[in-house]
């Protein structure tokens, strides 16, 4: 496996070359690790046995690599007869900024920061780059918890599936701003229209009822609450 670094620019495939508003596309890769970033749920579409199943799933990633794992991954991903990775799979991670109203309903819509990436996943079977790929995952949801939480045991790596899908090839589309309806003939018809914004923040952390007293929420936990997640 070779390590240079993946190009900054993302060169569309005929796969992820946009059709459709192509003026939404971004071929930066500093975009897709933006989104990548803000998020730690993927949708992971895969076709298991002549069928699409499309598994929400947790992901980290490293420069090179999208991470995923466990045993909803390993059940969509893994050929069931010869335990190895079925084929090309897709993957998006999509964030919603707010919803787009216009003065038509036709014109309606979301402001969204999305990523789609296609890559034939690689099961990790080194013990090493195991370990290594459940730390970036588990950083990637919360940092600071690879450090403070107990690390997986041989016989919990054993139970694990990871696989790692390169990042190499990837779409990004994002739309922001206002309706387009704006200077349309609907523009005369007096009827409100712009955007709803969407945000989402970290709660306050809750602790576990079975805690004992005196164990406080660390502080990369606490840190958390009212940040903004997406
Ligand atoms: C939250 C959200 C809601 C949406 N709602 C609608 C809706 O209601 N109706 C609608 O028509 N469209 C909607 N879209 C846009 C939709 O995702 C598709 O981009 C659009 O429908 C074009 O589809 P297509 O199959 O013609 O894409 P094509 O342009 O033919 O797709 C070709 C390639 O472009 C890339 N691509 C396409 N879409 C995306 C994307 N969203 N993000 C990253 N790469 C992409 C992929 O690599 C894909 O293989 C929504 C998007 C988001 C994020």
């Not at 997986?152 to 309806?181: H, Y």
Request: hydrophobic share 40%; glycine share 8%; proline share 6%.
């Amino acid at each position: 496996m070779t390590h240079t670094e993946l190009p900054r620019t993302l060169a569309p495939t005929e796969r992820t070359r946009l059709r459709r508003m192509k003026e939404k596309a971004s071929f930066e890769r500093s975009d897709l690790e933006a989104i990548l970033d803000a998020g730690f749920v993927c949708h992971l579409g895969v076709i298991v046995d002549g069928d699409p199943m499309v598994v929400p799933t947790v992901y980290g990633r490293d420069e090179r690599n999208l991470y995923v794992h466990g045993s909803v991954a390993s059940r969509s991903l893994v050929n069931a007869e010869g335990d190895d990775v079925d084929a090309t799979i897709c993957v998006t991670v999509t964030h919603v900024d707010g919803l787009v109203l216009a003065r038509s309903v036709f014109e309606h819509g979301v402001n969204y920061r999305c990523a789609m990436i296609y890559g034939t996943p690689r099961r990790l079977v080194d013990d090493a780059e195991k370990t290594e790929g459940l730390r970036i995952l588990t950083e990637h949801a919360t940092p600071g918890q690879w450090d403070y939480a107990r690390r997986p045991t041989r016989k919990e790596l054993a139970a694990t599936t990871v696989f790692a899908l390169s990042l190499e090839e990837a779409s990004v589309k994002i739309r922001t701003g206002a309706p387009d309806d704006g200077d349309s003939p609907d523009a005369a018809l007096g009827l409100w229209a712009g955007t709803l914004p969407l945000t989402s923040r970290w709660g306050a952390p809750t602790a576990d009822p079975a805690l004992p007293s005196g164990i406080t929420a660390p502080a990369h936990i606490v840190a958390r609450a009212g940040t903004r997640q997406g």
